[in-house]
C-alpha cells in the first residue's frame, strides 16, 4: 500500500478508503490509485484485512463424499448462494472418515472461517463440540447429528420414503426390494423406517430378505440387487435409499438381461439431475437442494452478523419426481 501511496502520490490512508470503499474519495485521486494498483499489480492482502476486521469472509463448508454428485450439487448451490453475499467457500472432502473429518474442522477454525456448513460421515461429535466451544457459527445438513446444538437443516426422511414406496405399491407392486443406506447414518435409518411404514399402512408383511444393506455408492446398489434377484420369489420393484445406488439397481438388472419397468420397477431417493439421464429415467424422491443451499448460507450468516443467538433446526419436505423407471403414471400417486 506504501508504494501505490508513492506511485499516485497520496497517502496511504486514501489508498486504503479507495481498496476498501470506506469513504469517499475524489474521482481523480481514485483514478491515480487504480492506475497504480494496476501498475505495480498490487494485490490487497485478504486474510490480513479480514483479521483486522475480526472477518475472513469465507465458509468452510466440509461433505462426506464429494463425488457423490448430491454433495456436489449441495455444494453448489451453497457456493452460489455464498458469492451473491460476497463470500467463499473453502469445501473438505472427510471421505467419510471421521479422523479425516476432525481434522479438517480443526483446520478450518485455524483458517478463522467466519462459519462451517457441516454434513456427518458418521455419529462421532467431538470435531462439532470443538468448532462450537470456539464460538463458530455452524449449519449441520443432510444428516442429523443428536446433541449437538446448532443450527440443522434436515428433510423428512421417513415421510419422503414412505411416498416413495407408496407409490410403488400403489403401481400393484408388494414384493418391494430396499436398498437400505449405512445403518451409522439416521437419515439412513428414517429412510429404512419409511419403506416399512409403507407396507404396515397397506397391512403387507415385508420379508425381511427384501431388505438389503448398501453403502449410498453405486456398486453398493449393484451388488445389493444382484441379491435381491436371487431370491426365488423374486421382487417387482425396489426401493433404493439413495439415487446413486437407484443407478446401480438399474446397471444390475440390465446386467441379468431384465427391463426396468417392465420386468421390475426403480425409485430412488435425492434428485440429483443425473437421473434425469439414466436410461430409463429415474423417478426419484427429491430433495429441495438449492433451497437447502440457499437455507443454509442464510443461517450461518445471520448468526455471523450476530443477528440472533438459538439454534434453529428446520425440516423439509421432499417431493416425488415420476419419471419413467417406476412404470407408475404421475396421476396414480395419492398419499394414505
Known sequence: ???????????????????????????????????????????????????????????????????????????????????????????????????????????????????????????????????????????????????????????????????????????????IGCVCGPKNLVSARERLQGYQDAFSGARLRVDPKWIQPGDFHIEGGYTAVQTLLDQPNRITAVFAANDLMAMGVLRGIAARDLRVPEDIAVVGFDGIALGRYTQPPLTTMAQPIREIGKLATELVLSRVNGERKEPRIHRLETTLVVRKSCGIPASKTRWR
Open 1 to 175: 500500500m506504501k508504494d501505490v501511496a508513492e506511485l499516485a502520490d497520496v497517502s496511504i490512508t486514501t489508498v486504503s478508503h479507495v481498496l476498501n470503499k470506506t469513504r469517499y474519495v475524489d474521482r481523480s485521486l481514485v483514478r491515480r490509485v487504480e492506475t497504480a494498483v494496476k501498475s505495480l499489480g498490487y494485490q490487497p492482502n485478504a486474510l490480513a484485512r479480514g483479521l483486522r476486521r475480526n472477518e475472513t469472509r469465507m465458509l468452510g463448508m466440509v461433505v462426506p463424499d464429494n463425488s457423490n454428485p448430491y454433495f456436489a450439487e449441495l455444494a453448489r448451490s451453497i457456493e452460489d448462494a455464498c458469492f451473491e453475499c460476497d463470500y467463499n467457500v473453502i469445501l473438505c472432502n472427510s471421505d467419510e472418515d471421521p479422523t479425516k473429518e476432525s481434522a479438517y474442522l480443526s483446520l478450518l477454525a485455524e483458517k478463522r472461517v467466519d462459519g462451517i456448513v457441516f454434513v456427518a460421515s458418521g455419529n462421532d461429535r467431538s470435531g462439532v463440540q470443538a468448532v462450537l466451544q470456539q464460538k463458530i457459527p455452524m449449519v449441520i445438513l443432510d444428516r442429523e447429528l443428536k446433541g449437538t446444538k446448532c443450527d440443522s437443516i434436515l428433510v423428512d426422511n421417513r415421510v419422503g420414503a414412505c411416498r416413495a414406496t407408496q407409490h410403488l405399491l400403489l403401481g400393484n407392486h408388494q414384493r
